[in-house]
């Protein structure tokens, strides 16, 4: 069974910058396509990174990376926006020219906020 876990959300002040973590069991994060969304209340998710690739909103200020050898992959996210706000899932099996619903399997997600 997968399991997927994101820590490191929290709040900070737009500028600023957050490193999420994903720890993954049931499945080696090597062996899969991993990436992140977001979702903000109302509004569609959103993908973040898939492969690195990024969506157009986050190019230049987050990047994944990943330690096999802890079956993790890392969001590093920098000079957050207001607009970076919401809950951030990593994911299995994405594609990015395909909606996140679409992915594999997530996990319970982290938030993020960034105040102005």
């Known amino acids: 069974q997968v399991q997927l876990v994101e820590t490191g959300g929290g709040l900070v002040q737009s500028g600023g910058s957050l490193r999420l973590s994903c720890v993954a069991t049931?499945?080696?994060?090597?062996?899969?396509?991993v990436g992140w969304f977001r979702q903000v209340p109302g509004k569609e998710r959103e993908g973040v990174t898939c492969?690195?690739q990024y969506a157009d909103s986050v190019k230049g200020r987050f990047t994944i990376s990943s330690d096999n050898t802890k079956n993790t992959v890392y969001l590093q996210m920098n000079s957050l926006k207001p607009e970076d706000t919401g809950v951030y899932y990593c994911?299995?099996?994405?594609?990015?020219?395909?909606?996140?619903?679409?992915?594999?399997?997530w996990g319970q997600g982290t938030q993020v906020t960034v105040s102005s």
């Open positions: 994911a299995t099996s994405c594609r990015f020219n395909m909606k996140p619903k679409y992915w594999g399997s």
């Open positions: 049931g499945v080696s994060l090597d062996r899969t396509a």
């Open positions: 492969m690195s």
